[in-house]
Protein backbone atom coordinates (compact mmCIF):
# COMPACT_ATOMS: atom_id res chain seq x y z
CA UNK A 1 0.00 0.00 0.00
CA UNK A 2 2.78 2.54 1.21
CA UNK A 3 4.30 1.79 -2.51
CA UNK A 4 1.08 2.69 -4.49
CA UNK A 5 0.97 5.78 -2.13
CA UNK A 6 3.98 6.63 -3.33
CA UNK A 7 3.47 6.63 -6.82
CA UNK A 8 0.46 7.77 -7.00
CA UNK A 9 1.77 10.99 -4.94
CA UNK A 10 4.47 11.36 -7.11
CA UNK A 11 2.73 11.39 -10.44
CA UNK A 12 0.32 13.95 -8.60
CA UNK A 13 2.87 16.17 -7.93
CA UNK A 14 5.01 15.86 -11.01
CA UNK A 15 3.06 18.30 -13.15
CA UNK A 16 3.53 21.37 -10.70
CA UNK A 17 6.89 20.39 -9.65
CA UNK A 18 8.17 20.44 -13.40
CA UNK A 19 7.13 24.18 -13.74
CA UNK A 20 8.84 24.99 -10.21
CA UNK A 21 11.63 23.20 -11.70
CA UNK A 22 12.00 24.99 -14.62
CA UNK A 23 11.86 28.30 -12.54
CA UNK A 24 14.58 26.79 -9.97
CA UNK A 25 16.75 25.96 -13.06
CA UNK A 26 16.97 29.46 -14.04
CA UNK A 27 17.95 30.81 -10.80
CA UNK A 28 20.47 28.01 -10.61
CA UNK A 29 22.21 28.62 -13.66
CA UNK A 30 22.29 32.53 -13.66
CA UNK A 31 23.79 32.40 -10.29
CA UNK A 32 26.10 29.78 -10.18
CA UNK A 33 28.67 27.21 -12.39
CA UNK A 34 27.92 23.74 -12.28
CA UNK A 35 24.64 21.56 -12.82
CA UNK A 36 21.13 22.02 -11.79
CA UNK A 37 20.92 18.63 -10.46
CA UNK A 38 23.66 16.53 -9.05
CA UNK A 39 23.30 13.64 -7.69
CA UNK A 40 24.50 11.89 -4.46
CA UNK A 41 25.69 8.71 -2.98
CA UNK A 42 23.22 7.73 -0.63
CA UNK A 43 22.69 4.45 1.74
CA UNK A 44 19.17 2.90 1.23
CA UNK A 45 17.80 -0.28 2.26
CA UNK A 46 19.52 -3.04 3.33
CA UNK A 47 22.93 -0.73 3.40
CA UNK A 48 22.66 -0.53 -0.42
CA UNK A 49 24.30 2.83 -2.39
CA UNK A 50 22.49 4.73 -4.71
CA UNK A 51 22.32 7.83 -6.56
CA UNK A 52 20.06 10.51 -4.74
CA UNK A 53 18.87 13.25 -6.96
CA UNK A 54 18.55 16.98 -5.37
CA UNK A 55 18.77 20.71 -6.77
CA UNK A 56 22.80 21.80 -6.52
CA UNK A 57 22.94 24.65 -3.58
CA UNK A 58 26.36 24.40 -3.05
CA UNK A 59 29.43 25.48 -5.19
CA UNK A 60 30.58 22.75 -7.27
CA UNK A 61 34.33 22.41 -5.30
CA UNK A 62 32.34 22.05 -2.39
CA UNK A 63 33.90 18.54 -0.34
CA UNK A 64 31.60 15.52 -0.41
CA UNK A 65 30.80 15.39 3.60
CA UNK A 66 27.40 16.36 5.32
CA UNK A 67 26.90 20.39 5.25
CA UNK A 68 27.15 20.27 9.13
CA UNK A 69 30.65 18.84 8.86
CA UNK A 70 31.88 22.20 6.23
CA UNK A 71 33.63 24.76 8.34
CA UNK A 72 31.37 27.56 7.95
CA UNK A 73 28.75 25.83 5.56
CA UNK A 74 27.15 29.27 4.38
CA UNK A 75 30.41 30.06 2.66
CA UNK A 76 29.69 27.05 0.66
CA UNK A 77 25.68 27.99 -0.56
CA UNK A 78 25.28 29.23 -4.08
CA UNK A 79 23.49 32.73 -4.02
CA UNK A 80 20.27 30.65 -3.86
CA UNK A 81 21.29 27.66 -2.16
CA UNK A 82 20.30 28.79 1.35
CA UNK A 83 16.80 30.18 -0.69
CA UNK A 84 16.51 26.56 -2.05
CA UNK A 85 17.64 25.02 1.02
CA UNK A 86 15.23 26.75 3.87
CA UNK A 87 12.16 26.06 1.42
CA UNK A 88 13.10 22.65 0.85
CA UNK A 89 12.81 22.93 -2.89
CA UNK A 90 16.49 21.62 -3.28
CA UNK A 91 14.41 18.01 -2.70
CA UNK A 92 11.70 18.41 -5.87
CA UNK A 93 14.24 15.89 -8.22
CA UNK A 94 13.35 12.97 -5.30
CA UNK A 95 10.46 12.73 -7.03
CA UNK A 96 12.53 10.49 -9.40
CA UNK A 97 13.70 8.46 -6.57
CA UNK A 98 10.60 7.74 -5.54
CA UNK A 99 9.23 6.72 -8.91
CA UNK A 100 12.12 4.37 -9.17
CA UNK A 101 11.67 3.19 -5.24
CA UNK A 102 14.93 3.73 -4.31
CA UNK A 103 13.04 6.36 -1.43
CA UNK A 104 9.43 6.61 -0.44
CA UNK A 105 7.94 9.91 0.83
CA UNK A 106 7.84 9.16 4.39
CA UNK A 107 11.22 7.32 6.15
CA UNK A 108 14.60 7.64 7.39
CA UNK A 109 16.71 10.42 5.14
CA UNK A 110 18.91 9.12 3.44
CA UNK A 111 22.81 8.92 4.94
CA UNK A 112 25.77 10.03 3.16
CA UNK A 113 27.45 6.99 1.80
CA UNK A 114 30.58 8.66 4.32
CA UNK A 115 28.62 9.32 7.33
CA UNK A 116 30.23 6.48 9.11
CA UNK A 117 29.44 7.13 12.32
CA UNK A 118 25.47 7.55 11.36
CA UNK A 119 25.47 4.53 9.64
CA UNK A 120 26.57 2.49 12.18
CA UNK A 121 23.94 3.80 15.04
CA UNK A 122 21.13 2.75 12.26
CA UNK A 123 22.52 -0.47 11.52
CA UNK A 124 22.36 -0.99 15.04
CA UNK A 125 18.94 -0.24 15.97
CA UNK A 126 17.88 -2.08 12.00
CA UNK A 127 16.99 1.32 10.36
CA UNK A 128 18.08 -0.58 7.22
CA UNK A 129 15.01 -2.20 7.23
CA UNK A 130 12.90 0.86 5.97
CA UNK A 131 13.21 2.72 2.61
CA UNK A 132 14.50 5.92 3.51
CA UNK A 133 12.24 8.83 2.87
CA UNK A 134 12.10 12.10 1.28
CA UNK A 135 10.77 13.40 4.93
CA UNK A 136 10.71 11.50 8.59
CA UNK A 137 9.97 11.68 11.59
CA UNK A 138 13.51 12.71 12.79
CA UNK A 139 13.19 15.86 10.52
CA UNK A 140 9.53 16.75 11.97
CA UNK A 141 11.57 16.62 15.16
CA UNK A 142 14.34 19.00 14.90
CA UNK A 143 15.57 18.60 10.85
CA UNK A 144 19.05 19.93 11.22
CA UNK A 145 18.91 21.36 14.93
CA UNK A 146 19.33 17.65 16.67
CA UNK A 147 22.42 15.37 17.29
CA UNK A 148 22.98 12.31 15.43
CA UNK A 149 21.88 9.96 18.18
CA UNK A 150 18.79 11.77 18.43
CA UNK A 151 18.04 11.35 14.82
CA UNK A 152 18.50 7.69 15.10
CA UNK A 153 15.93 7.49 17.88
CA UNK A 154 13.50 9.33 16.19
CA UNK A 155 13.78 6.79 13.27
CA UNK A 156 13.90 3.69 15.71
CA UNK A 157 10.43 5.14 16.76
CA UNK A 158 9.07 5.28 13.72
CA UNK A 159 10.47 1.73 12.40
CA UNK A 160 8.47 0.41 15.48
CA UNK A 161 5.22 2.49 14.96
CA UNK A 162 5.36 2.81 11.16
CA UNK A 163 1.84 3.12 10.04
CA UNK A 164 -0.25 4.76 6.96
CA UNK A 165 -2.00 6.97 9.86
CA UNK A 166 1.63 7.77 10.98
CA UNK A 167 2.94 8.80 7.13
CA UNK A 168 0.07 10.92 6.70
CA UNK A 169 1.28 13.10 10.19
CA UNK A 170 4.41 13.29 9.21
CA UNK A 171 3.56 14.28 5.69
CA UNK A 172 0.98 17.08 7.01
CA UNK A 173 3.64 18.30 9.69
CA UNK A 174 6.53 18.42 6.73
CA UNK A 175 4.07 20.74 4.83
CA UNK A 176 3.69 22.87 8.33
CA UNK A 177 6.78 23.12 8.65
CA UNK A 178 8.35 23.73 5.31
CA UNK A 179 5.95 26.73 4.89
CA UNK A 180 7.40 28.61 8.05
CA UNK A 181 10.87 26.69 6.87
CA UNK A 182 11.59 25.93 10.78
CA UNK A 183 15.09 24.18 11.86
CA UNK A 184 16.90 24.57 8.94
CA UNK A 185 20.22 25.77 9.51
CA UNK A 186 21.97 25.55 6.60
Known sequence: MKRAFDITLALAIIPFAVILMI???????TTSKGPVIYFSNR???????????????M???????????????????TPVGGYLRKRSLDEIPQLWNVLLGDMSFVGPRPALFNQDDLVAMRDELGIYELTPGVTGWAQINGRDEIPLTEKVRFEAYYRENRSFLFDMRILWLTIKRVLMAQDVKH
Open 59 to 77: LIDTPPVATHLLENPDTWL
Open 43 to 57: VGKGKTIFSMAKVRT
Open 23 to 29: LIAIAVK
